[in-house]
């Protein structure tokens, strides 16, 4: 990713925030006032959803592929990075995914290819990004790093490239004045390898890390002070759609609307995928939705 800042869908997407805050007005649903009596969503078709290697990320498409499949639809997931989730959207060569990270990790995407896809709001809240590291190390701010490069071994553990993360840190390189770390690149899953040996000797350790993840529950971990703002404020997780999925597949456009998930739902799916609980990440997902009828039911109706 270029640039962690980007601009926010205007009308769109601030109507998706509303809809995404109540569960698209599931509330009186709920309490016997709306689709709780509709008829469940119906389709047909091949449909492709694309999502980045992230825990969450695959937590919810998996879950959105068990769904769509109980809709009638035939569902393909591929991962890759980023970008090219979303210039595949753009381009119609997929068309949806439920891992796009607004207003900032994913901003500058959005800047590009804003005009070409169809913001369907938020299906999570209260995300963020930034530097974490557990909190027996005693510094508080990434601006005491410097201080202790010796002690981080001079590096801070980063994911693969293309990732919206990647760019504010090494952003945070330049501002910060950090000239004595380097920053690696690897992968969610080799991040999280190396929190576990250094945690489990009690080893400083950085990580670029994000809300939500797996390793929150795991660990004691904090994040690191940002005074310079570069990894921006609290953000959402967006469901995105190619142009026109509204009319070819209604039933997934209107699926994909209504999806939206608490902190406590997704968590405890994303913990079942890190301990293999089930199975793969399918077998997970289709466990988790028999187990939580009464939330996935707002979705399909």
């Avoid at 990713?1 to 601009?7: D, E, I, K, P, T």
């Avoid at 995404?20 to 709780?36: K, P, Q, V």
């Avoid at 091949?46 to 999502?51: G, V």
């Avoid at 299906?123 to 190390?137: A, D, N, S, W």
Wanted: net charge negative; with cysteine; proline share 2%.
């Amino acid at each position: 990713m270029r640039s962690v800042l980007g601009l926010m869908v205007v009308t769109v997407a601030a109507f998706g925030l509303v809809l995404g805050c109540d569960h698209l007005g599931l509330e009186d649903e709920i309490n016997g006032n709306g689709t709780a009596d509709a008829e469940p969503l119906e389709g047909e078709g091949e449909l492709e959803l694309r999502y980045v290697h992230w825990d969450c990320a695959i937590a919810k498409t998996y879950t959105a592929q068990v769904l769509l499949e109980e809709i009638g639809y035939d569902v393909e997931v591929t991962a890759g990075d980023a970008e090219q989730m979303w210039s595949d959207v753009a381009e119609q060569e997929a068309d949806a995914f439920v891992a796009g990270w607004l207003r900032y990790t994913h901003g500058s995407f959005y800047d590009d290819f804003a005009d070409d896809v169809d913001d369907l709001g938020a299906v999570f809240e209260g995300t963020r990004i930034g530097l974490m590291v557990p909190t027996y190390v005693t510094i508080d701010s990434i601006e005491e790093l410097n201080d202790h490069t010796d002690e981080f071994d001079g590096k801070i553990i980063g994911i693969e490239s293309g990732a919206g993360i990647m760019s504010a840190t090494e952003q945070a390189l330049d501002e910060y004045g950090l000239e004595d770390f380097t920053l690696d690149e690897g992968s969610d899953q080799a991040m999280q390898t190396a929190l576990a040996e250094a945690y489990d000797d009690q080893e400083w350790i950085v990580v670029t890390g994000w809300t939500p993840h797996p390793m929150e529950a795991q660990y004691d971990l904090k994040y690191l002070e940002d005074p310079e703002g570069l990894y921006g404020p609290k953000e959402n997780i967006h469901a995105v759609a190619r142009e026109n999925l509204d009319h070819d597949m209604p039933a997934a456009h209107q699926f994909l609307t209504n999806m939206y998930w608490e902190i406590s739902e997704l968590a405890e799916l994303m913990s079942w995928n890190a301990h293999k609980k089930h199975g793969d990440a399918y077998e997970n997902a289709t466990e988790w939705v028999e187990q939580n009828r009464d939330v996935v039911d707002a979705w399909v109706h």
